[in-house]
């Protein structure tokens, strides 16, 4: 059983600003974390290998210091830590991502062939929820996406039933393997690392991939070349105006409620025909 | 399977004391884990400012080379007497601490501390974060062999467990070493914030040249509304460091919450300006151990030690305690390696540790200022009455008002007649003295 986790390191948007100017992200100073997804991705893989034996590769592109998620995810349980760091991968939106994460999860499978693909749902600073199902797509395998649960999961009839969140309610899906599952935080709560985990992964150095060694990426799909993604405007949204406010202390509720009624009619939401 | 974690020493804590501990027993090829609660090591740690180079220098001797995360050296020090609407200043610049690396630096400790953490790993020793110490594992003899953590399978063995749990010494108390919690009589509280302002204006409301010179600024009297306590304006690279500290027991006694006496003292117009125009960019407050010589736990029993501010190694009155947390955490440190040669675990072993530490700076200077606590416990007016006594006599001696001086200086005499009995100002000043020379 070979599981292959993707993350990635965000800020953590809880205290997350805006640069007015530029409408980015001011990423200075602001703390790092593991997408909160991603972790309940690594849990979900962390199980199914203590069900079943096996190993769980983590991968990542992004900076060096994105090397800290992976350490992360060795004391979440995971086996291999891979970082796909190069100045060349900068600036790519989920089209560039999913080409390489795509390739990199091929070199992987080659030598080790791969059961299960995990994602979150989403990553939190972007909110595209792209990345997974575009390699899903690219390496053609079945995908799961917004799955909240693993009903079932044989590794020998390649079988597996997961429960995927669906706006009406929860769709309950058979799938062969290989598969590869955006997971909700639904799918697995992260438990707290044993100390064995810990003082592994204290010394835990993840394999540095760039963009030629060991696996070679082509040039021309990775980074801002390989990203057709134009931002025309980031803007933040003005603060929304309170509200009205009718005393029916001062005005009786008569008028209170007519004068509402009026406010909501003016709004072109709703027309009322008032007996009271 | 659970497995066994054996180690050849354990260090609870990962401040100024547990780090040089652990960076000391890993050098010399102990297999040792260093064990922080904290997200990272540093993410706990918090102190006014200003750190010490010499303790960096015992325990890293090219300390320079691997790039600490220092802030400003400090090239002007020295105290501020405030009163309601005045200030003495009394400060040192020289040339003379122009030099590097300076003696002193300014520091944010959740820079500095990261960067001490990384000099341990690099000599070998296992730093794992994120992971509390419930309680130190004894044998039935009461020996201390190990620790039991927050994790799963969590339980770690070493022949030697060194103690730097910090201010609020649970373990150690637990242990037997020390018998009460810390009285709110022997502890202080500081509230600080981090003001982040633009280099050029630091540089110019403090009248240094450059990113190479800082100051840092001791504040009695108004700053801590006549109370016992210190308040301090430190420089940062690109921020100034601002806070008060008083006893725990005056806040409860005065039913002052701590960020109102901070929000008074930056208000105050002598400090307002200084801060003009910075963002407030942290807020934070630690509990510092001002119990003193006497007060201080057994610093070992059999296969433990204690260090830092878990054994209570503060110098308030010269606002140190990294230095001394750092010297005894290598002290410990050296202790634990001569244990491993010997083979002995035992207490009477380990009181080396104890004999080393009243040999040196760490256990004498505590022991001669031993009295500073009961001294300004039993002179809570001390601050305050002699800071604003200060701002008026050299309010009185600045101004002329067409009389002789002589009549000047019997004002002055009276000034501090009223306030204070020659009898008490006589024994106010022999108290002083007394706990000074211990």
Not at chain 1, 20 to 36: A, K, S, W, Y
Not at chain 2, 89 to 115: G, I
Not at chain 2, 278 to 290: C, T
Request: with cysteine; glycine share 8%; charged share 20%.
């Amino acid at each position: 059983m070979h599981s292959v986790v993707a993350i990635k390191q965000v800020p953590d948007t809880t205290n997350v600003r805006i640069n007015p100017e530029t409408g980015t992200l001011i990423r200075d100073g602001v703390p790092t974390i593991i997408n909160p997804y991603d972790i309940h991705a690594v849990e979900m893989a962390v199980r199914l290998k203590e069900q079943f034996g096996g190993t769980v590769t983590v991968i990542t592109m992004g900076p060096p210091k994105a090397a800290e998620a992976l350490i992360e995810c060795v004391e979440q349980g995971a086996d291999r830590g891979i970082l796909i760091s190069d100045r060349r991968f900068g600036a790519a939106d989920t089209l560039a991502t999913s080409y390489v994460l795509a390739h990199a999860i091929e070199a992987i499978r080659a030598e080790h062939p791969v059961d299960l693909l995990l994602f979150g749902k989403q990553a939190i600073d972007g909110d595209t929820g792209q990345v997974g199902p575009g390699v899903a797509t690219r390496l053609n395998v079945p995908l799961v996406s917004y799955a909240i649960a693993v009903e079932s999961f044989d590794p020998v009839k390649r079988r597996a039933v997961i429960h995927r969140k669906i706006e009406q309610g929860v769709e309950v899906v058979e799938v062969s393997l290989p598969l590869l599952m955006t997971v909700e935080k639904e799918i697995a709560p992260v438990k707290r690392a044993p100390l064995s985990n810990m003082i592994k992964a204290a010394t835990y150095k993840p394999e540095m991939w760039s963009a030629d060694t060991p696996v070679q990426f082509d040039i021309t799909q990775v980074g801002i070349k390989g990203s057709p993604t134009i931002v025309g405007k980031a803007f933040t949204p003005p603060p929304r105006e309170a509200g009205a406010i009718l005393s029916v202390a001062e005005k009786g509720l008569r008028d209170a409620v007519a004068q509402a009624l009026t406010m909501i009619g003016q709004a072109h939401v709703v027309t009322v025909d008032l007996h009271v | 399977m659970a497995t066994k974690h054996t180690f050849d020493a354990i260090v609870v804590g990962g401040g100024p004391a547990g780090t040089a501990a652990a960076l000391t027993m890993a050098r010399s090829g102990l297999k040792t884990i260093l064990i922080e609660r904290g997200n990272f090591v540093g993410a706990k740690n918090f102190f006014g400012g200003v750190m010490y180079t010499h303790a960096i220098a015992d325990l890293l001797p090219d300390f320079w080379e691997r790039t600490p995360p220092f802030e400003r050296p400090l090239t002007e020090q020295g105290y501020w007497m405030l009163a309601p609407d005045s200030v003495v200043r009394m400060t040192h610049k020289s040339e003379h601490y122009k030099h590097e690396p300076a003696d002193a630096y300014t520091v944010l400790r959740a820079q500095f501390d990261p960067w001490l953490a990384e000099q341990a790993s690099k000599a070998g020793a296992l730093v794992v974060t994120r992971t509390a110490v419930l309680r130190v594992l004894q044998d039935s003899k009461g020996k201390v062999i190990g620790v039991r953590t927050d994790r799963p399978d969590g339980d770690v063995y070493a022949p030697i467990v060194i103690i730097a749990e910090g201010v609020n010494n649970l373990l150690t108390q637990r242990l037997g070493l020390i018998k009460n919690d810390l009285p709110p009589r022997f502890v202080a509280l500081a509230v600080k914030e981090y003001i982040s302002l633009p280099a050029k204006d630091i540089q110019a409301r403090f009248g240094l040249t450059g990113a190479n010179e800082g100051a840092a600024i001791d504040i009695f009297g108004d700053a801590t509304m006549g109370l016992p306590g210190t308040a301090f304006l430190y420089t940062d690279k690109a921020g100034i460091s601002i806070g008060v500290g008083m006893l725990l027991d005056e806040f409860i006694q005065h039913k002052l919450r701590p960020y109102e006496v901070l929000a008074r003292f930056k208000n105050h117009p002598v400090i307002q300006p200084y801060l003009e125009g910075g963002k407030p960019f942290e807020y934070g407050a630690h509990l510092i151990p001002e119990t003193g010589y006497d007060r201080m736990p057994k610093l070992a029993a059999d296969g433990v030690m204690v260090a830092g501010d878990a054994a209570g190694m503060v110098d308030a009155l010269h606002r140190e305690g990294t230095n001394l947390a750092m010297t005894a955490g290598r002290m410990a440190g050296l202790t634990a390696i001569k244990a491993h040669q010997a083979g002995d675990f035992s207490a009477t072993f380990l009181n080396q540790y104890r004999q080393d530490l009243e040999n040196s700076f760490v256990l004498k200077d505590m022991k001669q200022y031993r009295r500073m606590t009961d001294f300004l416990d039993t002179t809570p007016h001390f601050m305050g009455t002699y800071a604003n006594f200060l701002n008026d006599v050299a309010l009185r001696y600045f101004t002329a008002h067409g009389i002789p001086k002589r009549d000047m200086e019997r004002q002055i005499v009276g000034m501090l007649q009223e306030r204070r009995s020659f009898f008490g100002v006589a024994q106010d000043m022999v108290k002083l003295l007394r706990a000074m020379r211990g």
